[in-house]
């Protein structure tokens, strides 16, 4: 080997220096004749090239007159130096001659495993290598106590018979692995079962409850008709249908008959009720009826704006005035749905009569706006204050030319009738010909002439649009 290759403390003198490999020297041997000093490894091999001479003289030499420098040597040993694995952190210092038995104790010196496990790491390393990473290190069993090797018993982990497992289905149950599968198969509460009625899947802890609900498990019938093994979902269906004893209601139950009876009996009890039956379905139909105004009454106000104004299409108009002209239909008078001139304020209805009435009648498009009995009567201000504005729409093209509505207004008279509360049962909005004052409310016998509906686009796709609208002076309610 050639000269030390290690951390002095000190620049080593240059006269411990190898002239060869320029390191101090390793072995020193000095040539008697010339007195010059090398390593021993160093001049070997500048020999071994077959030139005996010295290499700093080139005088020659010879083996004889070569011996080893001990004295030379003893001060390279004593020179003071850092240890080889300085730079991994090892603080060691001392003298040369003392590294190698530093190193047999030094924390970072690379050292084999002891068991023979073939790593090498270094010696600090070594005490936890031992003990978790070596696959020749002795492990013993805390399940079944039987001795391995780390390698084996990193194995024998995850099939030791005795291991405390806990049970895959989450039941909270440990056993032991050898009789894990027994328990998941035939004692786990978890493990899944099949209704064998429906054939649907459960949880053995829950199958039972399914049962006392399963629609496919078999109940007898109530009226004890003897029919065996009837599917739970289909015992409604039985006791309706197929069973003779079961005691069922008249089919006219809706109508109010309570007459009960067995099946066989209801044909007859049919055949001796005509009468009854048909007593029982006219009241039903007169309650309907009554619901069913009540309910188109609530449609309709419930379908009317609250912010004071109505705009009303009135579709298939020719065939409107042309009814009102033929009176063969007996509808002379349209009218709007209801509408509220503000929230929880006056209930309002928009009327038209297409042919005219009074003294326009025949020549004009009549309209009038009467008061209805409203849910907020009890709150307001009586008589109706408010001044209302009625608008026939011009429909032309706003791009071709400006649209001209036919526009009048008014403020309610406070001395006329129909502009006091109005009583509760009053007309409400039902299409027929409403030819008494009193019930016309108020509003433009001669609104626009026939004549002048044609001049413009009044009429568009046989439709008419009127509006209306309330002009609200917002104030302070106490």
């Known amino acids: 080997m050639p000269g ?10 240059r006269r411990f220096q190898c002239p060869l490999c320029y390191k101090p020297m390793r ?7 010339c007195g010059h000093r090398f390593c021993d490894t160093c001049l070997q091999e500048f020999l071994s090239e077959g030139v005996f001479k010295c290499p700093e003289d080139q005088l020659p030499l010879d083996y004889a007159k070569i011996f080893p420098d ?45 068991n023979r496990c073939a790593m090498k790491l270094l010696r600090r390393d070594l005490p936890e290598h031992l003990q978790h990473d070596c696959t020749k290190r002795k492990l013993r069993c805390e399940h079944c106590t039987e001795e391995f090797t780390g390698e084996a018993h990193e194995r024998h982990q995850d099939v030791c018979p005795e291991e405390m497992l806990y049970c895959e289905n989450k039941c909270g149950a440990r ?30 802890d829950t199958i039972q409850h399914h049962q006392n609900q399963c629609p496919r498990f078999p109940v007898l019938c109530p009226n004890k008709c003897g029919t065996l093994g009837i599917a739970r979902e289909d015992l409604m269906a039985h006791v309706k249908e ?8 008249c089919p006219f139950k809706e109508a109010g008959c309570k007459y009960r009876c067995s099946k066989p009996a209801v044909a007859r009890h049919l055949e001796e009720a005509t009468h009854s039956h048909l007593n029982l379905l006219c009241g039903l139909v007169s309650r309907q009826r009554l619901e069913l105004r009540d309910l188109r009454r609530r449609v309709e106000e419930l379908s009317g704006s609250e912010d ?90 706003p791009a071709l030319s400006k649209p001209q509505n036919i526009t009048e207004s008014f403020s309610p008279d406070p001395t006329w009738k129909n502009f006091q509360r109005p009583q509760p049962g009053a007309t409400g909005s039902v299409c027929r010909s409403s030819l008494d004052e009193s019930l016309l409310g ?37």
Not at 444 to 468: G, W
């Open 27 to 33: 072995e020193p041997v000095q040539v008697s004749t």
């Open 242 to 249: 197929s069973c003779g004893t079961a005691i069922v209601l």
């Open 175 to 204: 056993v032991a692995r050898r009789v894990l599968a027994q328990h998941t198969l035939s004692e786990c509460p978890k493990r899944k079962l099949h209704c064998k009625y429906c054939n649907k899947e459960f949880l053995c």
């Open 442 to 478: 108020f509003g433009y016998p001669k609104f626009i002439s026939h004549e002048q509906m044609k001049k413009r686009n009044y009429i568009r796709d046989n439709a008419i649009f009127i509006k209306a609208s309330v002009e609200v002076v917002q104030r302070i309610i106490n």
């Open 308 to 397: 004071g104004t109505l705009l009303w299409k009135i579709s298939d108009y020719t065939s409107h005035l042309r009814d009102a002209r033929s009176r063969t239909s007996g509808i002379l008078e349209l009218f709007s749905s209801p509408f509220y001139s503000h929230r929880y304020g006056y209930h309002l209805q928009v009327s038209a009569f297409p042919n005219g009435n009074g003294s326009g009648e025949g020549s004009h498009l009549s309209v009038y706006v009467r008061i209805l009995p409203g849910e907020y009567d009890g709150l307001l201000e009586w008589p109706f204050p408010y001044r209302v504005t009625f608008s026939l729409l011009d429909q032309s093209d």
């Open 70 to 114: 001990v004295e030379l040597e003893e001060q390279i040993l004593a020179l003071p130096i850092r240890c080889i694995h300085s730079e991994e952190g090892c603080r060691w210092t001392a003298q040369n001659k003392q590294l190698q038995a530093h190193l047999a104790v030094c924390a970072y010196n690379v050292v084999p495993c002891p």
């Open 4 to 13: 030390l290759d290690y951390k002095f403390l000190e620049r080593p003198r």
